[in-house]
């Protein structure tokens, strides 16, 4: 930090938005503009818009700057996610211009990257930090106009033509409306909403959205309805292509509030703002006076934060909570018209969301040997299902393999297909495939029979980009067909070479496993060699879904190690049971209480807390090691959503147990003898 204690801003990125930020910080009590990075330092009228600012070739020579605090991204959208990233690992401060990301995804990762570098990061709605803002959210709480109902905002302008050259029209450069200015309306929204409802901000129930896409594939004007929990309703618009009124109103129970394009407040360097409150005793106008530069609200807010040791903006600013929630409203928004950039499919994601090739031989994952498995695999398993685009589930997958996981749960069922296309297009794109253990699983109920298999798994295998999976698991039994025709439909497959490792049951009994085994070695058929059953440190007590199958209890255990019997275990940490979510006190989810709660569970969820304690861990991460420190092949199948989430698992890679620990999580401490 400086000796003036002022934070040297530094600024990626030169156009028109960028020269708005270096006025305010110009004009701001907290920071000072050290230097700009471009790509052509020659272009005329840099010096100029930039005064005192050294101009500096690329982007990385300002990140390896010592002179630079905080840098302040102005890139077209699609550089924001990789150039936040490079700036918070070389240890800068970073302002983000709106949207931060394209996705929630691709925010939530770089907030992940800002959290392990112990940085700032901030995203630039400059509206949120003025005082007329703060003036209007006052107006609410107040009740100036009752009970607040709905809610009409729009930013929308007209470009002189459909410029395809233009970023606004590019869908290279994510342009279009939404991603413009469409966040202004949905932030603003989300803010009053949560005004009437005491909170910071709120995020609706429902998104319904529609809009026109371009010749350029962008979109040029859309609308969208939110509905919040407290019934307030939300018409948010956006254009680029069609003028607007942009006048924000707010409609309650007792009149209505005006504001034209909220989002200048009093002026660009100051000036008066009018908050109209229309009610039955006619129109009152709010005035507020305020000479400060708008952005200049914003670069102090963030000097603040950072001089406090603060990670993100304090409210009104929008915080890390308050970014999410506004870019899931607008993910929703563009999934509803159909609204897919070129550039986050797979052809256009090359590499890692920092930017980079993807690496390999990571060692944080270590691997093992599964019998059957020609490939070392790693010690968990990686399930996906909930991604839905490309560019949102690569974060995720780049992670996990970089760390060292090759194992992936995949299956026919898992969101209709998409997440065997998903990964295909991953691999394929990240040239993995010889590198990866891909579990396939099929036949679920109500298509639980023989000829379901060979049929449903050319289907994945062509959703997976590949001619084989190296398991194969029927992720149902079907206990009115005898069991030989089921050995014989994925005898049938390893013949084929379509499966090429073990093959076997997911939600199988002992009985059902043991048959199969006996008829396939009567009979020369490849016998089944992996089950994937429910594991746990805390046993499931009745089924979460119709035809699971757990296998945590005494007998299964004894059963899996006399056997010594693959288990990749779903549900491994209790789906929540040893977090914060569960207590004897806490009854709110229907599926913790019904599937979980026993005081068997529950003392042995105290002793994980205990043991956690001790370790410095989590109770989940003990629940985790538990699994993994079976004496029998034991896999875990994790599902994280978030990269904090897999970094938060992998701790438990760091616990070792021995077989005292185990018994001692599961059953307590052995009853003291008596003397004599």
């Not at 809610?151 to 007209?158: K, P, Q």
């Amino acid at each position: 930090m400086s000796t003036s204690n002022k934070i040297r801003w530094g600024i990626i990125g030169p156009g028109t938005i960028a020269k708005a930020f270096a006025g305010g910080v110009a004009h701001s009590r907290s920071g000072v503009l050290a230097a700009i990075a471009t790509r052509d330092p020659e272009k005329p009228g840099l010096a100029e818009a930039f005064p005192g600012a050294r101009i500096l070739r690329g982007y990385d020579a300002l990140l390896d700057d010592p002179a630079v605090d905080a840098v302040y991204i102005a890139t077209p959208h699609p550089g924001h996610a990789e150039w936040a990233i490079k700036a918070l690992e070389a240890g800068k401060h970073v302002l983000v211009e709106k949207p931060m990301g394209l996705t929630a995804f691709e925010a939530d990762a770089m907030m992940h990257a800002a959290r392990k570098a112990g940085r700032f990061l901030g995203e630039a709605y400059m509206y949120r930090l003025h005082p007329q803002t703060l003036k209007l959210v006052e107006l609410i709480k107040a009740g100036a106009i009752g009970e607040v109902r709905l809610i009409r905002s729009s930013f929308g302008y007209a470009m002189p033509s459909v410029m395809p050259e233009h970023r606004l029209y590019a869908n290279e450069l994510a342009g279009g409306g939404i991603l413009d200015v469409g966040g202004y309306p949905v932030s603003m929204a989300r803010l009053i909403a949560g005004a009437a409802a005491g909170k910071p901000f709120l995020d609706p129930e429902s998104v319904a959205g529609a809009g026109h896409l371009g010749a350029t594939g962008v979109d040029e004007w859309a609308s969208a309805l939110l509905r919040f929990a407290n019934g307030i309703v939300a018409e948010v618009s956006c254009s680029i292509s069609l003028t607007q009124d942009n006048v924000l109103r707010i409609f309650g129970t007792k009149g209505r509030i005006e504001v034209a394009d909220f989002w200048f407040a009093s002026g660009k360097q100051g000036g008066t703002g009018h908050i109209d409150v229309i009610t039955a005793d006619g129109r009152q106008v709010v005035e507020v006076r305020e000479q400060g530069w708008l952005y200049s609200f914003e670069v102090d807010a963030a000097g603040d934060a950072i001089l406090a040791g603060g990670q993100e903006f304090v409210w009104p600013g929008m915080g890390w909570a308050d970014s999410l929630g506004n870019l899931r409203v607008m993910d929703r928004w563009r999934a509803a018209i159909g609204l897919e950039y070129g550039i986050e499919k797979a052809g256009g994601r090359p590499n890692t969301i920092s930017g980079r090739k993807l690496a390999r031989n990571g060692t944080r994952i270590p691997r093992r040997q599964i019998p059957g498995v020609t490939k070392p695999s790693s010690v968990l398993a990686l399930g996906f299902e909930d991604f839905r685009t490309f560019s949102s589930g690569a974060i995720l997958l780049d992670a996990f393999f970089e760390a060292g996981g090759n194992l992936f749960d995949t299956a026919f069922v898992y969101g209709g297909g998409y997440t065997e296309k998903l990964f295909g297009e991953w691999h394929r794109n990240r040239g993995t495939r010889a590198e990866s253990v891909i579990i396939g699983k099929g036949a679920h109920t109500p298509f639980c029979t023989p000829d379901a298999i060979g049929r449903q798994l050319t289907q994945s295998l062509d959703r997976l980009q590949t001619d084989h999976v190296d398991l194969y698991f029927m992720h149902r039994d079907n206990q009115e067909v005898p069991v030989g025709e089921f050995v014989d439909a994925m005898d049938a497959e390893v013949q084929a070479g379509r499966i090429r490792g073990p093959f076997g049951g997911s939600n199988w009994s002992r009985e059902r496993m043991a048959a199969a085994i006996d008829y396939a070695e009567k009979n020369g058929r490849q016998a089944p060699g992996a089950l994937s059953n429910n594991f746990s440190l805390a046993e499931m007590l009745v089924p979460i879904w119709d035809g699971c199958v757990a296998s945590s209890d005494a007998a299964w255990r004894q059963w899996l190690i006399q056997r010594q019997m693959p288990n990749f275990a779903w549900s491994s940490q209790g789906r929540g049971f040893f977090t914060e979510r569960a207590g004897r006190d806490r009854l709110d989810s229907e599926e913790l209480v019904r599937v979980w709660y026993s005081e068997d569970n529950f003392a042995r969820r105290d002793r994980a807390i205990e043991l956690a304690g001790r370790l410095g861990k989590s109770p989940i991460h003990v629940a985790l090691a538990y699994v993994l420190a079976q004496p029998f092949p034991s896999v875990p199948l994790i599902g994280p959503r978030t990269l904090a989430e897999l970094d938060d698992s992998l701790r438990a890679l760091d616990i070792t147990l021995s077989e005292a620990d185990l018994d001692w999580l599961v059953n307590g401490p052995a009853p003291q003898r008596k003397a004599g």
